[in-house]
């Protein structure tokens, strides 16, 4: 049997590193705010403004990512 007391643990690089901080494909207006780096007060605003487009479902809005990348790239 091996010893491997003392041994560094393994660190995750590359395409394994980048899929922990995944950005998911459906965001909630909060986690579109933190995407964006801005409130969730002003992603309402946009959302009520017609900037961006949302869906509601029941009292709750779900904004997909590609709508928030073209947002981005106007």
């Known amino acids: 049997m091996m010893n491997t007391a003392g041994?560094?643990?393994a660190v995750a690089t590359g395409a394994a590193a980048g899929?922990?901080?995944a950005v998911p494909d459906v965001m909630s207006p909060?986690?579109?705010?933190g995407y964006l780096q801005v409130t969730e007060a002003d992603i309402m605003q946009m959302i009520?403004?017609?900037q961006i487009k949302a869906k509601?479902?029941?009292s709750q809005y779900r904004i997909s990512k590609?709508?928030?990348d073209d947002f981005m790239k106007s």
Not at 30 to 33: G, L, T, Y
Request: hydrophobic letters at 65%; zero cysteines; proline letters at 5%.
């Open 66 to 68: 590609s709508v928030l």
């Open 19 to 21: 899929a922990a901080a």
């Open 56 to 58: 509601q479902i029941g």
């Open 30 to 33: 909060a986690q579109a705010a």
């Open 48 to 50: 009520t403004a017609g």
């Open 7 to 9: 041994a560094a643990p």
